[in-house]
């Protein structure tokens, strides 16, 4: 039996003598593949079953989920991968969408200069170049053990021959039916019920045209949508309806390999994503901030903890927003700003009780005095110990809305994680400064944040969100929940979440968990919070002291599971 933390043998010893032992996830010493969508994770673990590793079942589930789980799931987006080894070897692979050749600074501004943020929304200026399909194929390359078709290939079969509907899938996809996608009638046609009316559960979906996309990327090769007849496809499409990528765009796309960025907080190594992903950057700064603060002796979820959370979350928010871009375009200090020392002089300007006021801290940067999406993360690991963190995107929730005509899958929106109005940054979150400017070839700033934390040279969580700018906070509260308070893994992605990004100047709180008192007490510092639905998406697998993996699908998506390789054949090629 694994060591139990201090809360959960509170709660064992409260119950019932009868009462089953605190859940703390799906126990695995085989594997375990951890992500929002059961089909996906189970094609997953099927590739483990085959003595595949975790990269290799990381790429099934990627392929997979951009079958069943659309509108993040993607093959016309883009993402980002931590890879740890079984020895301890670090990398991290950027597979992030590209601006088109075409792109200008000024593309989404109308006449008046004003932010068209229609353009950016939907339709077909918004995509980026997407990078998944050659980020999926770097990290096979360097990591994978099976052939590529046979890790493509279950998401292949999962199209041509269908899989059930969950109740989530069908109230999502009847959605973006009646509202995003039905100005675009490829994507009626890929996506809307055959003879009509309203998808339901249980009903069986089949996207032939996606099928034949994922065919021809696992034998054909990635190149078959870069350079080959997907690659026409897109392009075509793209001019014929306005759109910026080329062919030629698409042709020069590369996956970067970068070094993933590192922190310690006590006696944990961090290890998460470093730019063009702020996530990274911003997560381990905040981290430096709290370490010395003592929150675990302020109690958990309590509103002296809180207030000094929020604090390390707008200052380090603030440095995200003057700091963070691409790399290969802008010189980024990340040194500096995952420094200790630097931390200390941040920490130093929080006060013990009182609330700062975010426009004040940034006034350097804040040009304008006015007033006040869709992402998936999933964990990997195998019976060695290979470790795989992977956050995919289309930004918003079905990306572009925009099907390509005769492939079968979604484009991306992520052009509107640039900075789209250069030099204007204002109160209510729009960001201006220079580092994330579009650029031609450029990658937009993202927040997502795929992270995992060692212990004494051993992993002790793999972690990761949807959720925006909310990501790096989520994924804050998990990992201050494991090495700050000591939690289960099951316990630090159960508990309660919150949110501030700097500008707008809000707090935002899961409604479950925090006391009316606390959230009174926090107004009355300064902080103007409000409660709100669910944050976040993030499916974990956490390690116990005793070597166990445990696979902590979060229950706040209903689709979500923890699966493990028993049981589960991974088909290798089909007809």
């Given amino acids: 039996m694994p060591r139990l933390t201090l809360l959960a043998l509170m709660l064992l010893l409260a119950s019932p003598p009868d009462r089953a032992a605190p859940d703390l996830g799906v126990p695995s010493k085989t594997g375990l593949v951890v992500c929002t969508s059961s089909p996906a994770c189970d094609a997953g673990a099927s590739v483990l079953a085959r003595a595949g590793n975790a990269v290799d079942a990381a790429v099934a589930t990627a392929f997979a989920l951009a079958v069943t789980h659309p509108s993040a799931g993607n093959v016309g987006g883009g993402g980002f991968m931590i890879v740890r080894t079984p020895s301890g070897e670090l990398t991290a692979i950027d597979y992030r969408e590209k601006a088109p050749g075409a792109a200008t600074r000024t593309m989404y501004l109308d006449a008046d200069g004003k932010i068209n943020r229609s353009l950016t929304n939907a339709g077909y200026l918004a995509p980026g170049v997407p990078g998944a399909v050659r980020g999926l194929q770097t990290a096979h390359t360097r990591f994978g053990k099976l052939p590529w078709k046979d890790v493509v290939m279950p998401g292949v079969l999962l199209a041509e021959q269908g899989f059930p509907v969950s109740a989530g899938l069908a109230r999502s996809l009847n959605s973006a039916l009646q509202r995003g996608m039905a100005k675009f009638p490829a994507s009626v046609a890929a996506y809307g019920k055959p003879g009509g009316g309203k998808w339901a559960q249980g009903d069986r979906i089949v996207l032939a045209d996606l099928g034949r996309t994922l065919r021809a990327i696992a034998t054909d090769g990635p190149d078959a949508f ?16 306005g759109g910026l990528i080329t062919k030629s765009d698409l042709a020069a796309y590369e996956a970067k390999v970068r070094t993933p960025v590192r922190g310690t907080y006590r006696e944990y190594e961090v290890i998460s994503m470093p730019p063009p992903s702020s996530g990274g950057v911003t997560l381990i700064e905040m981290l430096n901030i709290l370490e010395p603060l003592a929150l675990k002796s302020k109690g958990l979820l309590t509103a002296p903890a809180l ?9 380090a928010y603030l440095d995200r927003a003057r700091h963070l871009g691409d790399p290969d375009f802008v010189e980024v200090p990340v040194a500096r700003l995952t420094s200790k020392d630097y931390a200390r002089t941040v920490a130093a300007t929080i006060g013990a009780d009182k609330a700062s006021r975010s426009a004040d801290l940034g006034r350097d940067i804040v040009t304008t005095p006015q007033e006040p999406d869709e992402t998936t993360h999933y964990s990997v690991i195998d019976r060695h110990g290979m470790a795989v963190a992977t956050t995919t995107t289309l930004e918003g929730s079905y990306g572009s809305h925009v099907v390509v005509k005769g492939a079968g899958f979604l484009l991306n929106n992520e052009m509107g994680d640039f900075n789209p109005k250069p030099g204007a940054t204002n109160l209510t979150g729009d960001i201006g400064t220079p580092a994330n400017v579009i650029d031609p070839g450029k990658r937009m700033l993202s927040s997502m944040t795929p992270t995992m934390v060692v212990r004494d040279g051993k992993v002790v969580l793999i972690t990761g969100s949807p959720g925006g700018r909310t990501i790096i906070n989520t994924v804050l509260a998990i990992v201050l929940g494991v090495t700050e308070y000591g939690l289960t893994g099951r316990e630090a992605v159960d508990m309660t979440r919150m949110h501030h ?22 107004r009355s510092m300064g902080h103007r919070v409000r409660t709100q639905g669910r944050q976040g998406d993030a499916h974990s697998i956490w390690v116990s002291p005793d070597g166990t993996p445990y696979g902590i699908n979060d229950k706040r998506t209903p689709d979500s599971k923890a699966s493990v390789p028993a049981h589960l054949t991974a088909p290798t090629g089909g007809q």
């Fill in 226 to 241: 870069y350079k080959g007849w997907i690659a026409d496809r897109i392009a075509d499409d793209m001019k014929a309806n």
């Fill in 307 to 315: 207030h000094l959370q929020i604090e390390a979350m707008r200052r």
């Fill in 501 to 522: 990004q700097w500008l707008p100047d809000d707090v935002t709180i899961e409604a479950t968990g925090v006391s009316d008192a606390t959230i009174a007490r926090l």
